[in-house]
Nanobody, 124 residues
Framework: QVQLVESGGGLVQAGDSLRLSCAASGRTFSGYAMGWFRQAPGKEREFVASFSWGGGTTNYADSVKGRFTISGDNAKNTVYLQMNSLKPEDTAVYYC?????????????????WGQGTQVTVSS
């Protein structure tokens, strides 16, 4: 059974940085793809960034490109989301997700496994 556990959220000021972690357990994830999504109150869940374990391929939403960086540590089965220059509009619950294929996706329904989410709040 795959389990994903996020951590690292919190309350910060605009311009600050945070690093989210997503620890995966249950099996080896080499060759699979993982993504970070977020959901603000009253809004749909949206794509933030994705990472393919096999080739290290990354992809970002336009709204975070240049500010956020996704990376993975295969030995720790952990994916990170480094968030710099945070803005109030980045406030949301952040979720990590995994899909059992090599290629990542920006589509919510493409991911079968989800973490419980971690709150990120950015004050102005």
């Amino acid at each position: 059974q795959v389990q994903l556990v996020e951590s690292g959220g919190g309350l910060v000021q605009a311009g600050d940085s945070l690093r989210l972690s997503c620890a995966a357990s249950g099996r080896t994830f080499s060759g699979y793809a993982m993504g970070w999504f977020r959901q603000a109150p009253g809004k749909e869940r949206e794509f933030v960034a994705s990472f393919s374990w096999g080739g290290g391929t990354t992809n970002y939403a336009d709204s975070v490109k240049g500010r956020f960086t996704i990376s993975g540590d295969n030995a720790k089965n952990t994916v990170y989301l480094q968030m710099n220059s945070l803005k109030p509009e980045d406030t949301a619950v952040y979720y990590c997700a995994l899909r059992r294929v090599a290629y990542a996706s920006s589509v919510v329904s493409a991911y079968a496994y989800w973490g419980q989410g971690t709150q990120v709040t950015v004050s102005s």
